[in-house]
């Protein structure tokens, strides 16, 4: 049988390691007191993660163990180091990075959500990014103020 025909684990194993690198916003990488330690959390999660892969004696198996905790440690090494802690605001008379709004949507429904670097934003869990639609239309009004035209009209209730 020709080489060319047989199967290379090797080469085939290299290949199935490679990962594409997590996609980094454009946007500055604000977070709060509190995105920032999970943010190091995480990279500290990514590094165990690796090295308890890196114990692994197969070359190849390992080289598959290693390469999301590699992809994620990179990613989070490069957010901590860009972070830029935003602290917490100080008055509750607008909306602003951190600020926890409530508001009302044409439809009757009412949400409420924390204003968070991107990071950290978790729309069940009640935290929206920054750069995000809903954030954009409520940043800089105050409690009474409608933001947005058309079937996207917000009233903002209370800002916490």
Do not use: W
């Not at 692994?56 to 999301?68: F, L, S, W």
């Amino acid at each position: 049988m020709s080489v060319a025909f047989a199967k290379d684990d090797s080469a085939e194993t290299a290949a199935e390691t490679h990962l594409p690198e997590r996609p980094v916003s454009q946007h500055p990488n604000r977070v709060t007191e509190a995105g920032l330690r999970a943010l190091e959390l995480q990279l500290q999660q990514a590094r165990a993660a690796c090295d308890a892969a890196s114990t692994i004696e197969d070359i190849n198996e390992r080289r598959r163990q290693m390469a999301n905790p590699l992809r994620d440690a990179r990613y989070f090494a490069a957010r901590v180091h860009t972070a830029e802690v935003v602290p917490a605001p100080v008055s509750n008379a607008s909306v602003s990075f951190g600020s926890t709004v409530t508001f009302s949507r044409i439809d009757g429904r009412v949400q409420t959500y924390r204003i968070v670097g991107e990071d950290e934003a978790d729309p069940k869990a009640g935290s929206i990014s920054y750069v995000s639609p809903v954030a954009r239309l409520l940043t800089g009004k105050a409690v009474g103020d409608v933001a947005g035209s058309g079937d996207q009209e917000l009233e903002i209730i209370a800002i916490a």
